[in-house]
C-alpha cells in the first residue's frame, strides 16, 4: 500500500520536509503467521524464513540495548530459539515483527539483569505530557544535520529505545506498546518526552519538562 | 494547537504525528490528520520536527548491520539440544553404519517436531563419508536455510536411523523451482565514481510515470549526495534530460537523426526506448519526461555519500523502493554495477554474489516478500512466484566477466 507522507533532508539552507510517496508497513501479514503456525508445528524451515527476515532488524534493535556485539549477537540466538519454543503461544495479538522485538527486550533485560548490569529504571522517566503548542520544535528545524544526529547519540536509552522502534522498525502504536510493555498512554507520552529530550541536548539551557 | 473534532475530546492530533510520519496510522486516522495539518501551523511545524527526528533516529549507527551465519548455527545447535542429540553427535554416532543421504525431502515434510519426524526416503542411498563431508560443508559455509532433520528411524527398512539428513537450500530449494534470471544491464563504474567517505546509501526504486508528466528531481535535494545514479526503462519511452554529463547505453538499434549511445552533452534530451539505461551523478538536475502513451515503466538505482533515504523524484509512482545504508563496506576499486530481472517461483534463490559486494531487489510491481541473507543471497519467501529486480555492484577482479547490455 502506498501514501503519501512527509520525508525530510537536511540541505545546505537546512531541514527541507517534502511529501513523498512510502510503502506503508503492512500491520500483520497472513504469511507470516502462517511461519509462525510452521514454526509451531517443528518446521525448521519456517524458522529459517523468519530468521531470514528479521535477523537484521532484530540485531539493530539488540545492539542498541547493548553495546556489546557479541552479546548482541547472543541475544539473538536466545531470541529466536525462545520464538521457536514460544511459536505455538503466538496468539497474533501483535505482529511478528513487535512480537520478536518483544521477546528481544525481555531476554536483554533478563540477561542484563542477571549479570548486574546497568538497567534503566523507566519508572522516573515517565513525564507528564503537555498538550499545548510546541514553537520550540523549531529548534530542531534550525539546527544542522550534525547537532541532531549528536543529539541522538546522547539520548536516555529509555527515549532512544522508542525512537527506534518507532522511525526504524516502525511499529504501532499498539506493536509499541506491546514491546516495550506499557498502556498505550504511555506509548505517546514517552514519544513527545523523546523529543523533548532531544530539543533539550540541542538547546541545553531549555529543560526537557 | 487545536484539538482534533474528529478525535475523542482526550486525543490529540499532535499524539498521532509520530504515527502518521512512520505510516501506522489507519487510512481514516491518516485523512483526519492530513485535514488538519492544513490549518494548523504548529502542527504542520511539529510533523517537520518529528521527521527531523526520523532521519537522525535512522542514521544512528548500527543500523542494518547484518549477523553472522554462526548465528543461525549455533541456534541450530541450541535446538538440537533441545530436542535430541546434536547434529555433530549424530554424525558421531552414525560414524560405523553408512546412512542413506536424502537429497531432496518434499516441501511440508520437514522437521516435524513432536509429530514424529519424516522418513528418509529409500531412492537414495550413500555413503556415510559423503554425508558427513556435506554435514560439515553445510555447517563450514553456515548457510541460513540449511534444514537438518532427524529421523528416530525408517519404518520401511526397519532401521534405526539416528542420522541427520542434511538439506541444502541451493539456487533452487524445491525440485520443481526453476529461477529464471535475465541481466538487463551491466556496466564497470571506475574507481573514483563510488563515494570513498561518508555514509553509503544504496537505493533502488521501481518507478512509474504516466503519459504527459515530467518528473524534475530538485537539483537543491540532490546537492548532498554524489555518486553513480542509474536510470534503466522497462517500458514506454522516457524522454530524459541531465544538465551534465550522461553515458547512454543502447539495448538495440537506433534510429538516424537519434542520440546514439556513449556520452552525451549535458543539456542534451535524450528518448530512451524499453532496455535502454544511462548512467550520471545523483548531484546533477535530471528530469524525466513521458510524452508517449503508455505509462513508463523504470527502475532506478544509485549509491552515493550521504544521508538522503527514501523517494527523491516529483510526480512519479513509488510501485516499491529498497535501501540499505552501509557504514564500512563498499568497493574500494572499480566496480561492476549489474540489473538483473528474476522470476522466483516460492523459495527460490538468487544465489549469493562474490563477497564484498552489495545487494539490493525491489518488487516489479509492489513490495515483494523477499528475504535476503547476511552472504546476499535473496529468497522468495512468498507463497507465490514473485518477480524482483536485483542490483549488485561487484567488486571488479580480474576474473569478473561484463557482458555486453
Given at each position: 500500500?502506498?501514501?503519501?507522507?512527509?520525508?525530510?533532508?537536511?540541505?545546505?539552507?537546512?531541514?527541507?520536509?517534502?511529501?513523498?510517496t512510502?510503502?506503508?508497513?503492512?500491520?500483520?501479514?497472513?504469511?507470516?503467521?502462517?511461519?509462525?503456525?510452521?514454526?509451531?508445528?517443528g518446521?525448521?524451515?519456517?524458522?529459517?524464513?523468519?530468521?531470514?527476515?528479521?535477523?537484521?532488524?532484530?540485531?539493530?534493535?539488540?545492539?542498541?540495548?547493548?553495546?556489546?556485539?557479541?552479546?548482541?549477537?547472543?541475544?539473538?540466538?536466545?531470541?529466536?530459539?525462545?520464538?521457536?519454543?514460544?511459536?505455538?503461544?503466538?496468539?497474533?495479538?501483535?505482529?511478528?515483527?513487535?512480537?520478536?522485538?518483544?521477546?528481544?527486550r525481555?531476554?536483554?533485560?533478563?540477561t542484563?539483569?542477571?549479570?548486574?548490569?546497568?538497567?534503566?529504571d523507566?519508572?522516573?522517566?515517565?513525564?507528564?505530557?503537555?498538550?499545548?503548542?510546541?514553537?520550540?520544535?523549531?529548534?530542531?528545524?534550525?539546527?544542522?544535520?550534525?547537532?541532531?544526529?549528536?543529539?541522538?547519540?546522547?539520548?536516555?536509552?529509555?527515549?532512544?529505545?522508542?525512537?527506534?522502534?518507532t522511525?526504524?522498525?516502525?511499529?504501532?502504536?499498539?506493536?509499541?506498546?506491546?514491546?516495550?510493555?506499557?498502556?498505550?498512554?504511555?506509548?505517546?507520552?514517552?514519544?513527545?518526552?523523546?523529543?523533548?529530550?532531544?530539543?533539550?541536548?540541542?538547546?541545553?539551557?531549555?529543560?526537557?519538562? | 494547537?487545536?484539538p482534533?473534532?474528529?478525535?475523542?475530546?482526550?486525543?490529540?492530533?499532535?499524539d498521532?504525528?509520530?504515527?502518521?510520519?512512520?505510516?501506522?496510522?489507519?487510512?481514516?486516522?491518516?485523512?483526519?490528520?492530513?485535514?488538519?495539518?492544513?490549518?494548523?501551523?504548529?502542527?504542520?511545524?511539529?510533523?517537520?520536527?518529528?521527521?527531523?527526528?526520523?532521519?537522525?533516529?535512522?542514521?544512528?549507527?548500527?543500523?542494518?548491520?547484518?549477523?553472522?551465519?554462526?548465528?543461525?548455527?549455533?541456534?541450530?545447535i541450541?535446538?538440537d539440544?533441545?530436542?535430541g542429540?546434536?547434529?555433530?553427535?549424530?554424525?558421531?554416532?552414525s560414524?560405523?553404519?553408512?546412512?542413506p543421504?536424502?537429497?531432496?525431502?518434499?516441501?511440508?515434510?520437514?522437521?516435524?517436531?513432536?509429530?514424529?519426524?519424516?522418513?528418509?526416503?529409500?531412492?537414495?542411498?550413500?555413503?556415510?563419508t559423503?554425508?558427513?563431508?556435506?554435514?560439515l560443508?553445510?555447517?563450514t559455509?553456515?548457510?541460513?536455510?540449511?534444514?537438518?532433520?532427524?529421523?528416530?528411524?525408517?519404518?520401511?527398512?526397519?532401521?534405526?536411523?539416528?542420522?541427520?539428513?542434511?538439506?541444502?537450500?541451493?539456487?533452487?530449494?524445491?525440485?520443481?523451482a526453476?529461477?529464471?534470471?535475465?541481466?538487463?544491464?551491466a556496466?564497470?563504474?571506475?574507481?573514483?565514481?563510488?563515494?570513498?567517505?561518508?555514509?553509503l546509501?544504496?537505493?533502488?526504486?521501481?518507478?512509474?510515470?504516466?503519459?504527459?508528466?515530467?518528473?524534475?528531481?530538485?537539483?537543491?535535494?540532490q546537492?548532498?549526495?554524489?555518486?553513480?545514479?542509474?536510470?534503466?526503462?522497462?517500458?514506454?519511452?522516457?524522454t530524459?534530460?541531465v544538465?551534465?554529463?550522461?553515458?547512454?547505453?543502447?539495448?538495440?538499434?537506433?534510429?538516424?537523426?537519434?542520440?546514439?549511445?556513449?556520452?552525451v552533452?549535458?543539456?542534451?534530451?535524450?528518448?530512451?526506448?524499453?532496455?535502454?539505461t544511462?548512467?550520471?551523478?545523483?548531484?546533477?538536475?535530471?528530469?524525466?519526461?513521458?510524452?508517449?502513451?503508455?505509462?513508463?515503466?523504470?527502475?532506478?538505482?544509485?549509491?552515493?555519500?550521504?544521508?538522503?533515504?527514501?523517494?527523491w523524484?516529483e510526480?512519479?509512482?513509488?510501485?516499491?523502493?529498497?535501501?540499505d545504508?552501509?557504514?564500512?563496506?563498499?568497493?574500494s576499486?572499480?566496480?561492476?554495477?549489474?540489473?538483473?530481472?528474476?522470476?522466483?517461483?516460492?523459495?527460490?534463490?538468487?544465489?549469493?554474489?562474490?563477497?564484498?559486494s552489495?545487494?539490493?531487489?525491489?518488487?516489479?510491481?509492489?513490495?515483494?516478500?523477499?528475504?535476503k541473507?547476511?552472504?546476499?543471497?535473496?529468497?522468495?519467501?512468498?507463497?507465490?512466484?514473485?518477480?524482483?529486480?536485483?542490483?549488485?555492484?561487484?567488486?571488479?577482479?580480474?576474473?569478473?566477466?561484463?557482458?555486453?547490455?
Amino acid at each position: 500500500m502506498n501514501l503519501l507522507a512527509p520525508r525530510c533532508y537536511f540541505l545546505s539552507s537546512g531541514w527541507q520536509c517534502r511529501m513523498r510517496t512510502v510503502i506503508v508497513q503492512h500491520p500483520i501479514l497472513e504469511e507470516e503467521l502462517n511461519v509462525v503456525a510452521r514454526m509451531a508445528r517443528g518446521d525448521r524451515r519456517a524458522l529459517a524464513e523468519l530468521y531470514a527476515r528479521y535477523e537484521r532488524p532484530l540485531l539493530t534493535y539488540l545492539r542498541h540495548l547493548t553495546a556489546d556485539r557479541e552479546l548482541a549477537e547472543e541475544l539473538l540466538q536466545d531470541t529466536l530459539l525462545a520464538a521457536w519454543t514460544g511459536a505455538s503461544s503466538y496468539a497474533g495479538q501483535a505482529s511478528v515483527h513487535a512480537w520478536l522485538l518483544g521477546i528481544a527486550r525481555h531476554r536483554t533485560h533478563d540477561t542484563l539483569r542477571r549479570r548486574a548490569l546497568r538497567v534503566v529504571d523507566t519508572s522516573v522517566l515517565e513525564p507528564l505530557v503537555a498538550l499545548d503548542p510546541e514553537p520550540e520544535d523549531r529548534v530542531l528545524l534550525e539546527a544542522e544535520y550534525e547537532e541532531v544526529t549528536s543529539a541522538m547519540n546522547r539520548l536516555a536509552p529509555i527515549h532512544r529505545e522508542v525512537l527506534i522502534l518507532t522511525f526504524v522498525h516502525d511499529l504501532s502504536y499498539q506493536d509499541l506498546a506491546k514491546v516495550l510493555g506499557i498502556p498505550l498512554g504511555t506509548v505517546k507520552s514517552r514519544l513527545h518526552q523523546a523529543k523533548r529530550a532531544v530539543r533539550a541536548l540541542l538547546r541545553p539551557d531549555e529543560s526537557p519538562r | 494547537m487545536t484539538p482534533s473534532r474528529a478525535f475523542p475530546s482526550d486525543e490529540h492530533v499532535a499524539d498521532r504525528l509520530p504515527a502518521y510520519v512512520n505510516g501506522t496510522l489507519e487510512p481514516a486516522e491518516r485523512a483526519i490528520v492530513q485535514a488538519h495539518l492544513r490549518d494548523c501551523a504548529g502542527c504542520a511545524t511539529e510533523l517537520a520536527a518529528w521527521e527531523v527526528i526520523r532521519a537522525a533516529t535512522r542514521s544512528l549507527p548500527f543500523h542494518a548491520a547484518p549477523a553472522p551465519a554462526s548465528v543461525l548455527d549455533r541456534l541450530w545447535i541450541a535446538i538440537d539440544q533441545l530436542e535430541g542429540p546434536t547434529v555433530m553427535e549424530s554424525i558421531r554416532a552414525s560414524a560405523t553404519v553408512p546412512r542413506p543421504l536424502s537429497p531432496s525431502i518434499p516441501q511440508g515434510a520437514l522437521g516435524q517436531r513432536a509429530v514424529g519426524r519424516a522418513r528418509w526416503p529409500a531412492r537414495t542411498r550413500r555413503g556415510l563419508t559423503m554425508l558427513a563431508t556435506a554435514a560439515l560443508v553445510v555447517l563450514t559455509l553456515g548457510a541460513s536455510y540449511v534444514t537438518l532433520q532427524r529421523s528416530h528411524g525408517d519404518q520401511e527398512t526397519g532401521q534405526p536411523a539416528s542420522i541427520p539428513a542434511v538439506v541444502v537450500t541451493s539456487a533452487t530449494p524445491d525440485s520443481d523451482a526453476s529461477v529464471e534470471t535475465e541481466t538487463l544491464f551491466a556496466t564497470v563504474l571506475p574507481t573514483g565514481q563510488i563515494p570513498t567517505s561518508g555514509v553509503l546509501d544504496f537505493v533502488v526504486n521501481r518507478l512509474s510515470l504516466d503519459p504527459g508528466r515530467s518528473a524534475p528531481i530538485s537539483p537543491t535535494v540532490q546537492a548532498c549526495c554524489p555518486g553513480p545514479h542509474i536510470t534503466h526503462v522497462l517500458e514506454g519511452e522516457l524522454t530524459i534530460r541531465v544538465d551534465g554529463p550522461m553515458q547512454v547505453f543502447r539495448a538495440g538499434a537506433v534510429a538516424p537523426g537519434t542520440v546514439d549511445a556513449g556520452t552525451v552533452p549535458p543539456g542534451t534530451e535524450v528518448v530512451l526506448h524499453p532496455g535502454d539505461t544511462i548512467t550520471a551523478d545523483f548531484t546533477l538536475p535530471t528530469t524525466y519526461s513521458n510524452l508517449g502513451t503508455i505509462p513508463v515503466q523504470l527502475v532506478t538505482a544509485g549509491l552515493y555519500a550521504g544521508t538522503l533515504p527514501g523517494p527523491w523524484a516529483e510526480n512519479v509512482t513509488y510501485l516499491d523502493f529498497n535501501e540499505d545504508v552501509s557504514h564500512n563496506s563498499r568497493p574500494s576499486g572499480p566496480a561492476e554495477v549489474r540489473l538483473v530481472r528474476a522470476i522466483l517461483p516460492p523459495g527460490g534463490e538468487v544465489p549469493a554474489p562474490p563477497s564484498s559486494s552489495l545487494v539490493l531487489e525491489v518488487g516489479a510491481n509492489g513490495d515483494a516478500s523477499i528475504g535476503k541473507r547476511a552472504d546476499g543471497s535473496l529468497r522468495n519467501l512468498n507463497e507465490r512466484a514473485e518477480t524482483i529486480y536485483v542490483i549488485t555492484v561487484e567488486p571488479v577482479t580480474a576474473g569478473t566477466a561484463i557482458p555486453s547490455p
